[in-house]
């Protein structure tokens, strides 16, 4: 059963940087494009970033141009760069497949918080 660990999140002021890290347990990571999700309170998850096998990669509105996505298909881990972090991109972050996988049960994410 695949499982997914989100890592990387905290506590950070507005202007702020973090990266996070999903690591997916299982041999088939490198079959999937891979996606960042995001949930804040009383909003549904939406998704942020996406990452192709290829490594082509996309990204909502909202976090363009200040977010990168990267995998590394050796170490079974997607990885998301946040910069210039803003109030409303708090939020509890998750990986998964892109579209999600219903076979795979979400993690329990990491949080983000950007306040001063």
């Known amino acids: 059963q695949v499982q997914l660990v989100e890592s990387g999140g905290g506590l950070v002021q507005p202007g702020g940087s973090l990266r996070l890290s999903c690591a997916v347990s299982?041999?088939?990571?490198?079959?999937?494009?891979m996606g960042w999700y995001r949930q804040a309170p009383g909003n549904q998850r939406e998704l942020v970033a996406a990452i192709t096998r290829g490594g082509s990669t996309n990204y909502a509105d909202s976090v363009k141009g200040r977010a990168t996505i990267s995998r590394d298909n050796a170490k079974h881990t997607v990885y998301l760069q946040m910069n210039s972090l803003k109030p409303e991109d708090t939020a509890v972050y998750y990986c998964?497949?892109?579209?999600?996988?219903?076979?795979?049960?979400w993690g329990q994410g990491t949080q983000v918080t950007v306040s001063s």
């Open positions: 998964n497949a892109d579209p999600p996988n219903t076979w795979w049960s």
């Open positions: 299982g041999s088939i990571f490198s079959i999937y494009a």
